[in-house]
């Protein structure tokens, strides 16, 4: 029995062994596959963790990549032209100059503001009559007037700039050292008591008044300067068209010696006083130009007198002379300014552009010019 006991006693202390043995293998297995759960999850999130950082920098590279091609962009449209200026886009100058085109800067600025001087593929040209560019130089015609203006174009690929040519031919440089004008043949030309005509002047193209009124049967006076007769032929048929005037030439050109004559017999008449405010001295008539006419109308029984100016023909003849490149070269209240009385029949041709300046102005010849060249100064 005891020994039974014993055999039994032993029995269960070995079941119990093997139990606890089972159970103890049985709890490392676990703590092995924990152990390797653990690490596996452990390299999972590692693995997640990386591929989200990777991703974060190729994210944030892309995002470089093209804020890169942004700035280079936009550096690009910054550089990119949008215009072209040219200095002086104004130039003065005379009759005949010849121009350095070199004279000219051309810089291009870009959408930054960005100012680039340009030296290379420049055109230049223009369409004006009264200029010529030709071996790097702008050449202005003998025909150009003071007051004539004409544009050249700056072309620099698809972009362009104007400059604007004036004339001016300053007194100071058309009189001699004797007080005589050099530029007798110019329109714009100015003669008065201070500047003289030489002579022996006579203009080469002198043209009979055939289609014209005329009040006096004098074949010298009954002339002009063809460029004024065409003119002059355009006004009378304007005055007669618009208001039904009948307007006559009565005294055009007259030589040096015909002044003479005619200056001497006022001084006999009326004193040299008085016949200076009325009458010029030889050399100092516009009359020997060809340029100026005299004008008169049955209203004032062919006479010249100063209410011509207040004839409905006289009003006409203010407001519209102009307009055919004619100006009253004697006007009421500047006597002091052109030495002579108030002549509103005396029509001087200087061309449509001056004429039209002096028009707006206001001003007499003399003063146009002197206050033009004050303005260069």
Same mark, same amino acid.
């Given at each position: 029995?005891?020994?039974?006991?014993?055999?039994?006693?032993?029995?269960?202390?070995?079941?119990?062994?093997?139990?606890?043995?089972?159970?103890? &293998?049985?709890?490392?297995?676990?703590?092995?596959?924990?152990?390797?759960?653990?690490?596996?999850?452990?390299?999972?999130?590692?693995?997640?963790?990386?591929?989200?950082?990777?991703?974060?920098?190729?994210?944030?590279?892309?995002?470089?990549?093209?804020?890169?091609?942004?700035?280079?962009?936009?550096?690009?449209?910054?550089?990119?032209?949008?215009?072209?200026?040219?200095?002086?886009?104004?130039?003065?100058?005379?009759?005949?100059?010849?121009?350095?085109?070199?004279?000219? &800067?051309?810089?291009?600025?870009? &959408?930054?503001?960005?100012?680039?001087?340009?030296?290379?593929?420049?055109?230049?040209?223009?369409?004006?009559?009264?200029?010529?560019?030709?071996?790097?130089?702008?050449?202005?015609?003998?025909?150009?007037?003071?007051?004539?203006?004409?544009?050249?174009?700056?072309?620099?690929?698809?972009?362009?700039?104007?400059?604007?040519?004036?004339?001016?031919?300053?007194?100071?440089?058309?009189?001699?050292?004797?007080?005589?004008?050099?530029?007798?043949?110019?329109?714009?030309?100015?003669?008065?008591?201070?500047?003289?005509?030489?002579?022996?002047?006579?203009?080469?193209?002198?043209?009979?008044?055939?289609?014209?009124?005329?009040?006096?049967?004098?074949?010298?006076?009954?002339?002009?300067?063809?460029?004024? $007769?065409?003119?002059?032929?355009?006004?009378?048929?304007?005055? &007669?068209?618009?208001?039904?005037?009948?307007?006559?030439?009565?005294?055009?050109?007259?030589?040096?010696?015909?002044?003479?004559?005619?200056?001497?017999?006022?001084?006999?008449?009326?004193?040299?006083?008085?016949?200076?405010?009325?009458?010029?001295?030889?050399?100092?008539?516009?009359?020997?130009?060809?340029?100026?006419?005299?004008?008169?109308?049955?209203?004032?029984?062919?006479?010249?007198?100063?209410?011509?100016?207040?004839?409905?023909?006289?009003?006409?003849?203010?407001?519209?002379?102009?307009?055919?490149?004619?100006?009253?070269?004697?006007?009421?209240?500047?006597?002091?300014?052109?030495?002579?009385?108030?002549?509103?029949?005396?029509?001087? $041709?200087?061309?449509?552009?001056?004429?039209?300046?002096? $028009?707006?102005?206001?001003?007499?010849?003399?003063?146009?010019?002197?206050?033009?060249?004050?303005?260069?100064?």
């Amino acid at each position: 029995m005891e020994e039974n006991r014993a055999i039994i006693k032993t029995n269960k202390v070995a079941g119990e062994n093997m139990s606890r043995k089972r159970k103890q &293998k049985k709890q490392r297995f676990l703590l092995i596959v924990t152990s390797v759960f653990i690490l596996l999850l452990v390299l999972m999130v590692k693995s997640i963790s990386g591929n989200s950082k990777q991703d974060l920098d190729s994210s944030q590279s892309s995002q470089d990549d093209i804020n890169e091609q942004k700035e280079q962009s936009q550096s690009t449209n910054n550089n990119e032209i949008s215009e072209i200026k040219v200095s002086p886009n104004i130039c003065t100058t005379n009759t005949g100059a010849v121009i350095n085109l070199n004279n000219f &800067k051309v810089e291009a600025i870009n &959408k930054s503001g960005k100012k680039e001087e340009l030296n290379n593929n420049i055109l230049f040209s223009t369409d004006s009559d009264l200029l010529e560019i030709v071996n790097n130089t702008i050449t202005v015609s003998d025909k150009a007037l003071t007051a004539d203006t004409a544009t050249v174009t700056v072309n620099y690929k698809e972009y362009n700039s104007d400059i604007t040519i004036k004339i001016f031919n300053d007194l100071a440089s058309t009189i001699d050292e004797n007080k005589v004008v050099t530029n007798p043949d110019s329109y714009d030309m100015v003669v008065n008591k201070s500047r003289n005509i030489p002579s022996s002047y006579i203009p080469d193209d002198l043209v009979p008044l055939d289609d014209i009124p005329k009040s006096l049967q004098n074949p010298e006076v009954n002339q002009l300067r063809k460029v004024a $007769y065409d003119a002059l032929k355009e006004l009378f048929a304007a005055a &007669k068209e618009e208001q039904s005037f009948d307007l006559y030439a009565r005294s055009g050109y007259r030589s040096y010696n015909t002044q003479v004559s005619l200056y001497s017999s006022y001084v006999s008449n009326h004193g040299q006083e008085a016949a200076d405010k009325f009458s010029a001295r030889p050399g100092q008539s516009e009359h020997q130009t060809g340029l100026a006419m005299d004008i008169t109308c049955p209203t004032m029984n062919y006479q010249l007198d100063t209410t011509f100016g207040d004839k409905e023909e006289g009003k006409w003849i203010a407001e519209n002379a102009h307009k055919f490149g004619f100006i009253v070269r004697y006007p009421k209240g500047k006597e002091e300014i052109t030495g002579y009385q108030y002549e509103p029949w005396h029509l001087r $041709y200087v061309g449509p552009s001056l004429a039209e300046e002096i $028009y707006k102005s206001q001003l007499t010849l003399e003063e146009y010019f002197e206050q033009f060249e004050q303005f260069e100064q």
